[in-house]
C-alpha cells in the first residue's frame, strides 16, 4: 500500500499493517503521522537490523498524543514503514531527554 501526504510518500505492507494493528493498536497510517505533523521526533539507526538494508527506529508523539516508535527504511523519495508500537516509558524518556536538548538549543 502507498500513502501519501503533501510532502512524503509513505509504502508498507499491507498484511503486516493488519497484523501490527492487532498486535500493537496501531496503524501505519496513523504511524505516517510521526513524519507529517512536523512536531520533533528521535531518530535513532538501528545497527542491530541493518544487515541487509539500513533502518533507523523514530520515537515521537501522533495526533492521539502517545508516543510512538516507528521502524523505517527511509528511501530518496519515500518512507517505508515496517512496524510501529507505543513506546516503552525508558523510549519516552528517551524522547524527553532529546527535546530538552532541542529546545535548550533554539
Same mark, same amino acid.
Given at each position: %500500500?502507498?500513502?501519501?501526504? =503533501?510532502?512524503?510518500?509513505? &509504502?508498507?505492507? *499491507?498484511?503486516?499493517? #493488519?497484523?501490527?494493528? !492487532?498486535?500493537?493498536?496501531?496503524?501505519? #497510517?496513523?504511524?505516517? &503521522?510521526?513524519?507529517?505533523?512536523?512536531?520533533?521526533?528521535? #531518530?535513532?539507526?538501528?545497527?542491530?537490523?541493518?544487515?541487509? *538494508?539500513? !533502518?533507523?527506529?523514530?520515537?515521537?508523539?501522533?495526533? !492521539?498524543?502517545?508516543?510512538?516508535?516507528? %521502524?523505517? *527504511? =527511509?528511501?530518496?523519495?519515500?518512507?517505508?514503514?515496517?512496524?510501529?508500537?507505543?513506546?516503552? =516509558?525508558?523510549? *519516552?524518556?528517551?524522547?524527553? #531527554?532529546?527535546?530538552?536538548?532541542?529546545? !535548550?538549543?533554539?
Amino acid at each position: %500500500m502507498a500513502y501519501n501526504s =503533501p510532502s512524503v510518500r509513505f &509504502e508498507w505492507d *499491507e498484511g503486516k499493517d #493488519e497484523t501490527n494493528q !492487532r498486535k500493537h493498536g496501531v496503524s501505519f #497510517e496513523e504511524a505516517s &503521522e510521526l513524519f507529517t505533523s512536523g512536531a520533533e521526533y528521535l #531518530e535513532i539507526f538501528d545497527s542491530h537490523h541493518s544487515i541487509d *538494508e539500513d !533502518r533507523f527506529i523514530c520515537i515521537g508523539l501522533i495526533r !492521539r498524543g502517545v508516543v510512538l516508535v516507528v %521502524m523505517t *527504511e =527511509p528511501a530518496e523519495d519515500c518512507i517505508r514503514i515496517i512496524s510501529a508500537r507505543w513506546a516503552t =516509558p525508558r523510549e *519516552e524518556a528517551l524522547l524527553a #531527554e532529546y527535546l530538552t536538548g532541542v529546545l !535548550r538549543d533554539d
